[in-house]
């Protein structure tokens, strides 16, 4: 089991940046997907960036891609979600997501159709 905690959320303006950070309570440093999930009201959730411990290359949805950047940090057992030039439409709950893969192979992480562990998601909002 592991326990996963966001913090970081908040409202910012068209354009503006967010840093999310997600802390998991056990070592995840090996073989795990990390991933960053949002559902905004009246939406289906939908995976956004994904990230294998084994520092293969990121991977994101379309709706992001050059604006977020997903990293980690093994030593602390934390990772996170940079947010640039955000729009309205990225307002959502934002939730990270872990689940233990083992080797990395390509699109493990992105492909994956259920992850076992959920933080309890934080709220970005993005005025217009």
């Known amino acids: 089991q592991v326990q996963l905690v966001e913090s970081g959320g908040g409202s910012v303006q068209t354009g503006g940046s967010l840093r999310l950070s997600c802390a998991a309570s056990?070592?995840?440093?090996?073989?795990?997907?990390m991933a960053w999930f949002r559902q905004a009201a009246g939406k289906e959730r939908e995976g956004i960036a994904f990230?294998?411990?084994?520092?293969?290359?990121?991977t994101y949805h379309d709706s992001v891609k050059g604006r977020f950047t997903i990293s980690r940090d093994n030593a602390k057992n934390m990772w996170y979600l940079q947010m640039n030039r955000l729009r309205p439409e990225d307002t959502a709950i934002y939730y990270c997501?872990?689940?233990?893969?083992?080797?990395?192979?390509?699109?493990?992480?992105?492909?994956?159709?259920?992850?076992?562990?959920w933080g309890q998601g934080t709220q970005v909002t993005v005025s217009s």
């Open positions: 990230l294998h411990t084994a520092g293969t290359a990121p």
């Open positions: 056990r070592d995840t440093s090996y073989g795990w997907c």
């Open positions: 997501v872990a689940d233990y893969v083992g080797r990395p192979s390509p699109g493990i992480c992105s492909s994956r159709a259920h992850y076992n562990y």
